[in-house]
């Protein structure tokens, strides 16, 4: 069997980023934070692997998995379901001051 060459540290860290890039693409948020955690998980669980072999051929596999990735964002984004409510801004009312409480007398207020 032939020696498989280790990528480099700038290979792994691009993968990372193309994955971390890819998963911010997902429409759906559920799906977005799962595979943004998933990556980070991943990553570092194989920060300390030292055998080149392994690191190949986890190299490899995770290349394999940036485009399964790529293709599940895409559809995804194809089939976009509505916001959650966690990804709505939130909007604000009034103009601040002080508020209902001081006209009706509270907060310490005379009447």
């Known amino acids: 069997m032939a020696s498989v060459a280790a990528p480099t540290r700038a290979n792994i860290i691009s ?5 971390l890039r890819t998963s911010r693409t997902f429409a759906s948020y559920n799906f977005r934070t799962y595979f943004l955690r998933n990556t980070r998980t991943k990553f570092r669980a194989h920060m300390d692997e030292k055998d080149p072999a392994r690191v190949a051929e986890w ?8 485009e399964v990735l790529k293709r599940a964002a895409i559809v995804n984004r194809v089939y976009e379901g509505p916001k959650l409510v966690v990804e709505k801004p ?10 209902m409480e001081a ?4 907060a310490g207020q005379p009447v």
Request: without cysteine; proline residues 0%; hydrophobic residues 30%.
């Open 15 to 19: 993968l990372y980023t193309s994955m």
């Open 59 to 66: 190299y490899k596999k995770g290349l394999e998995e940036l």
């Open 90 to 99: 939130k909007v604000t009312v009034g103009g601040g001051g002080a508020g």
């Open 103 to 106: 006209s009706a007398g509270g």
